[in-house]
């Protein structure tokens, strides 16, 4: 057997490798500019690759009032339901400043303490291919004393994460 017939061998023994199939970006925001940059390019890698966008918001304020809250007259549920309304209704907005939203663009809305746990669940929930995320760039001492939400994300994340900086 000649080198070349060893090589189609060899080659033919390797698996070959298949095109990424994403079929759903998830693309969490919390409203800044830093996050924007982030969702614009997701609704753009969405729209080359033909896949399902996803943007996210998890509003960090916990809206269900303690438990006897309401009992003792501290808050009303209609407060709760204003509260979640105007949330909503900033989230629109934001949405509709950022540019024509294409119609593949999906909007969630979630409420939680905790927005990077939250993140990973919605992903998994939605079985997301893909998540974008946004990230600045920290300081040696800003790394040292503190993670990221960005490294929480993909340290925990159901699914590949693109971290994206704000220039891009």
């Not at 095109?19 to 996050?35: F, G, K, M, N, V």
């Not at 809250?69 to 979640?84: F, G, P, Q, T, Y």
């Not at 907005?93 to 939250?118: G, Q």
């Not at 790394?143 to 971290?163: N, T």
């Amino acid at each position: 057997m000649d080198d070349s017939e060893k090589t189609k061998e060899e080659r033919s023994a390797v698996p070959q490798l298949q095109p990424l199939q994403i079929h759903r970006i998830l693309a969490p925001t919390d409203l800044t500019e830093l996050s924007t940059s982030a969702l614009r390019y997701a609704i753009r890698l969405g729209l080359s690759l033909g896949a399902e966008m996803v943007a996210l918001h998890i509003h960090e304020i916990l809206l269900d009032p303690p438990e006897g809250a309401m009992d003792l007259h501290m808050i009303s549920k209609e407060e709760v339901n204003s509260w979640r309304h105007d949330v909503k209704r900033q989230f629109d907005e934001y949405l509709e400043r950022l540019a024509t939203i294409p119609d593949n663009v999906v909007r969630v809305l979630r409420f939680s303490e905790d927005p990077c746990k939250e993140i990973t669940t919605v992903a998994e929930e939605m079985s997301a291919d893909l998540l974008v995320v946004s990230t600045h760039h920290h300081s040696v001492l800003e790394y040292l004393f503190q993670v990221s939400d960005a490294e929480k994300i993909v340290r925990h994340a159901p699914c590949p994460v693109l971290v994206i900086h704000k220039d891009n």
